[in-house]
């Protein structure tokens, strides 16, 4: 079961194969954290400072995205 596990989901090689690869997640989790690393922080490593102040509006955000989920608004942000 292991073995057919890492032949199904090992991409090591296919690169220089010629084949197209994309690096993608269905993980939310994953996808949240990259949005938080693309759009919301103002680069890779802000200042401590920095970093809580953006931590305080995303989680405004956030929570107004949840009020507009229990409303059952159907807005995007």
């Given at each position: 079961?292991?073995?057919?596990?890492?032949?199904?989901?090992?991409?090591?090689?296919?690169?220089?194969?010629?084949?197209?690869?994309?690096?993608?997640?269905?993980?939310?989790?994953?996808?949240?954290?990259c949005?938080?690393?693309n759009?919301?922080?103002?680069?890779?490593?802000?200042a401590?400072?920095?970093?809580?102040?953006?931590?305080?509006?995303?989680?405004?955000?956030?929570?107004?995205?949840?009020?507009?989920?229990?409303?059952?608004?159907?807005?995007?942000?």
């Open positions: 079961m292991q073995q057919d596990f890492v032949t199904v989901w090992n991409v090591h090689g296919l690169d220089e194969a010629d084949v197209q690869l994309a690096n993608r997640t269905s993980n939310g989790l994953e996808s949240y954290n949005c938080m690393n759009k919301v922080f103002p680069c890779a490593h802000p401590v400072a920095i970093f809580v102040e953006y931590l305080k509006i995303e989680t405004e955000r956030v929570r107004d995205c949840i009020g507009d989920v229990r409303k059952g608004s159907d807005l995007q942000r």
